[in-house]
């Protein structure tokens, strides 16, 4: 019954390759989104989906690219991996409204070798 | 702009203590919505509390408890009786209403370790 799940939870990988994070929620909620969070734990939205159209990119790098292929959905592909992508990215979906909370899932740790 | 400040990076305290974590946030928006989230060592990041902008009356939940003062643009929150199961980052973050996307601003988070 887990509500927002990401995969996979760690990612281990060499500098150069491009790897994938999945996204999926079973809360109903309109809305996804993708959030880095550094090693000083700052969070920072990346991007934001709703209803499968793209409403929020933060100048995030062309080399992240998210697909969404429906609103329960939302995964991100990184090309190209840089050593300043070591983070935790976090997979978050909420309904539609800036008053509704945010459900995030896990986290997945990103590390570049 | 949006802004969120939380200017404790770090607090420890004894068990059984109290405790209040700092949030000071900015906005142009007349309509706009504060929150809480916990990050526990396992390391997801658990929803604890919304308040619209528009209703400054404080919450009470257990031993938690959120006072929301727009005069001084602060949201701050009381932990009574520390245990050590309140050990966690926490943050503030703020959306407003108008044009935001759902876009939430989460402040740099307050480090709480409450030792035994």
């Known amino acids: 019954d887990t509500a927002v799940s990401q995969t996979p939870k760690y990612l281990v990988t060499q500098m150069g390759n491009d790897k994938s994070i999945k996204c999926e929620q079973n809360?109903?909620?309109?809305?996804m989104y993708w959030y880095k969070q550094d090693s000083k734990k700052f969070l920072k939205i990346m991007f934001s989906?709703?209803?499968?159209?793209?409403?929020i990119n933060e100048t995030v790098p062309n080399r992240f690219s998210p697909k969404s292929p429906d609103k329960a959905h939302l995964n991100l592909h990184i090309n190209s991996l840089e050593l300043g992508d070591s983070a935790v990215y976090f997979c978050?979906?909420?309904?539609?409204?800036?008053?509704?909370?945010?459900?995030f899932g896990d986290g997945t740790r990103l590390s570049i070798l | 702009a949006q802004k969120v400040t939380q200017a404790q990076t770090e607090i420890s305290v004894v068990e059984k203590e109290d405790v209040t974590l700092d949030c000071v946030y900015e906005?142009?928006?007349?309509?706009?919505?504060l929150f809480w989230y916990k990050q526990p060592p396992s390391g997801e990041l658990v929803f604890l509390i919304r308040?619209?902008?528009?209703?400054?009356q404080n919450e009470i939940s257990g031993r938690y408890s959120w006072n929301f003062q727009k005069s001084t643009s602060s949201f701050n929150f009381t932990i009574t009786a520390s245990q050590v199961v309140d050990s966690a980052v926490y943050f503030c973050?703020?959306?407003?209403?108008?044009?935001?996307?759902?876009?939430?601003?989460f402040g740099p988070g307050t480090s709480l370790s409450v030792i035994p």
């Open positions: 978050a979906s909420s309904h539609t409204g800036a008053n509704q909370p945010q459900h």
């Open positions: 809360l109903g909620h309109d809305t």
């Open positions: 989906y709703n209803n499968k159209e793209l409403i």
């Open positions: 906005t142009r928006d007349t309509t706009y919505y």
């Open positions: 308040r619209n902008s528009f209703d400054e």
């Open positions: 973050a703020l959306s407003e209403d108008e044009t935001s996307y759902d876009k939430v601003i």
